[in-house]
């Protein structure tokens, strides 16, 4: 599956942004899917996955409550809502996708930039 995320931008502290990402090859239905970021100067952080069992999304503990993960089966692809945005949350965000959950997240998007100023 090819991977394809958008939807980075600037954005001031307490604005909202939503990424997506589209999927190519395979149906989403076939993956669990996430997002991860990486800030500048650290590593690549899990942010938020849905299972491909239809099972509850989870997050990152410091995101839960501002950031929600979906999918549109209808359209592949699945998107990140993000409210009341840090400047911490600057980061580049790459989705990602498994065939299962004991699978390595094997499938990556190239990455989109997320900027919050203060």
């Known amino acids: 599956v090819q991977l394809q995320a958008s939807g980075g931008g600037l954005v001031q502290a307490g604005g909202s942004l939503r990424l997506s990402c589209a999927a190519s090859?395979?149906?989403?239905?076939?993956?669990?899917m996430g997002w991860f970021r990486q800030a500048p100067g650290k590593e690549r952080a899990f942010v938020a996955a849905l299972p491909r069992s239809g099972s509850s999304p989870y997050y990152a503990d410091s995101l839960k409550g501002r950031f929600t993960i979906s999918r549109d089966r209808a359209k592949n692809t699945v998107s990140l809502q993000m409210n009341s945005l840090k400047p911490e949350d600057t980061a580049v965000y790459y989705c990602?996708?498994?065939?299962?959950?004991?699978?390595?997240?094997?499938?990556w998007g190239q990455g989109t930039q997320v900027t919050v100023s203060s």
């Open positions: 990602a996708a498994r065939p299962s959950a004991g699978s390595p997240w094997g499938y």
């Open positions: 090859g395979r149906a989403f239905s076939d993956y669990d």
